[in-house]
């Protein structure tokens, strides 16, 4: 195939693949050029061959990002001198059932997303941690979330922001009718299952806003960690407090700190 103008170098071999379930195999890192909808893309290729991903931030916030544009040069320097570490950052398995047949399964980085399918009147649901019921309320939908997708859709909903190194379950419900509709956060081995009332409408489950699974009227859908994390690609060990300040432009003017 013919390299693409601009991509010819000395000592640079291109290679040239189409997106596809397997564009990242055999790639030893993606480099994802964008912003955070670029970045979940280039996660869905990535995550079934477990392929690194190393994400530069073109977008606006880019919270998933590892470093800035400006930045470009030093990133692939260092990914060249082999001076980065890879994080395995945790997923979502969504199964979707019809009286107990599986009828459509799918995956997230970040979050899965349960929403009433015509937007009209509301999602009537029950929400089970565990096998145990919890609460039934009318909503507009559920949220599902990892740690990894607590500073996006989750945050918007109200949810906490969860430091990436805590292993947890994050169920966010969105704008629901209930007195208690809080956010919960569970154990990372908690099976999170919300069925949706017979007689109520049809929803949908999107899956980091990209994939999208029908939930029909009485369905039920489970949500538990997923089998194959995501591998980030971390340039430095900078805390993510400051990612944190940086990406959302906090004030922190009055911050004395500890003395040494």
Not at 159 to 181: C, D, I, M, Q, R
Request: with cysteine; charged share 25%; aromatic share 6%.
């Amino acid at each position: 195939m013919t390299e693409p103008a601009g991509f010819s170098a000395p000592g640079l071999d291109v290679t040239v693949v189409h997106p596809g379930p397997d564009a990242a195999v055999g790639c030893e890192l993606v480099l994802v050029l964008g912003g955070d909808g670029t970045f979940l893309r280039a996660a869905e290729l990535a995550q079934e061959a477990s392929i690194p991903v190393l994400g530069i931030n073109l977008g606006r916030i880019g919270f998933l990002a590892e470093t800035e544009a400006e930045h470009l040069d030093e990133a692939l320097a260092q990914v060249v001198r082999k001076e980065y570490r890879v994080e395995s950052r945790m997923t979502l398995d969504v199964v979707i059932r019809v009286d107990d047949e599986i009828i459509d399964r799918g995956w997230a980085l970040n979050e899965a997303s349960i929403e009433n399918r015509s937007r009209l009147g509301v999602l009537e649901v029950v929400l089970e941690v565990d096998g145990r019921p919890v609460s039934a309320f009318g909503c507009d939908g559920v949220l599902v979330s990892t740690p990894t997708g607590s500073t996006a859709y989750a945050f918007s909903a109200g949810g906490p922001v969860v430091w990436p190194e805590l292993e947890a379950l994050l169920v966010v419900p969105s704008n629901a009718h209930a007195l208690f509709a809080r956010p919960l956060v569970t154990s990372p081995n908690s099976i999170i299952a919300v069925e949706t009332v017979a007689g109520s409408h049809d929803g949908l489950v999107f899956c980091d806003g990209r994939r999208t699974l029908e939930l029909p009227a009485g369905a039920r859908v489970e949500i538990v960690r997923g089998a194959t994390p995501v591998k980030w690609v971390r340039l430095d060990s900078a805390p993510f407090a400051d990612r944190m300040v940086r990406k959302f432009e906090l004030p922190v003017t009055g911050w004395r700190g500890r003395k040494p």
